[in-house]
């Protein structure tokens, strides 16, 4: 596979979204995460609990010294206070509290924010919302001097994966999915296939 270098990417792009293959994704996660834990790196999380994220980085030897996480999931579950290195949001559906609460954090200085993920967040909002959302992130993302990282799931590759799956992010999702990715090229320097890049490295 020819190795996405994502710290090398930031160098010439101020943000990035990575379409991830679903059956890629935790393995994509752990490689291009560990690329940026050397420095200082906010990661948004509408797709693990912050313990489950927690765990899953540290199992795979990912060094979280120098992150602050940001928890949309588990308030929905339970009753929960912020940590020093964690703040949670009450639901994925508020996104101004969201927002506020990024803006927040990126005050303290940060080289990176990690978003993950576009399509956990599309369904729980309406396309336009995420999209007036996002942009208005790479706005502050542009203000704050600190390169993006977005995450979603390769929405090509989805029919092939499983039913619970197909559950999770059905067919309305990914036609959002696919709108936002195609409009989102106005505003977010590079668009990362990871699947494309798989398949063109087979034939090199």
């Known amino acids: 596979m020819n190795e996405l270098m994502l710290s090398e990417e930031l160098i010439n792009n101020h943000t990035v979204l990575i379409l991830v293959p679903n059956i890629d994704y935790n393995d994509i996660i752990i490689k291009t995460t560990r690329q940026l834990s050397d420095k200082k790196t906010c990661y948004v999380t509408l797709n ?29 579950v339970k009753n929960v206070e912020n940590m020093n290195n964690c703040f949670f949001i009450s639901s994925p559906i508020m996104l101004p509290e969201l927002s506020k609460t990024i803006s927040k954090i990126l005050d303290d200085g940060f080289s990176y924010l990690v978003f ?5 967040l599309l369904s729980y909002q309406e396309e336009s919302s ?4 996002l942009q208005n992130l790479v706005a ?8 993006g990282v977005f995450y979603a799931v390769n929405r090509s590759m989805l029919d092939e994966t499983t039913h619970q799956t197909q559950i999770r992010y059905p067919d309305p999702s990914l036609k959002k999915q696919s709108q936002l990715v195609d409009r989102s090229k106005m505003f977010i ?15 090199v």
């Open 130 to 133: 995420v999209e007036y959302f």
């Open 140 to 147: 502050l993302l542009m203000e704050k001097k600190c390169r």
């Open 48 to 76: 693990k609990t912050y313990d489950a994220l927690k765990e899953h980085l540290r199992l795979n030897n990912v060094d979280i010294n120098n992150m602050f996480f940001i928890d949309g999931i588990t308030k929905n």
């Open 189 to 203: 320097d590079k668009i990362i296939d990871v699947e494309r890049k798989k398949q063109q490295s087979t034939y």
């Open 116 to 120: 993950d993920s576009i399509t956990n």
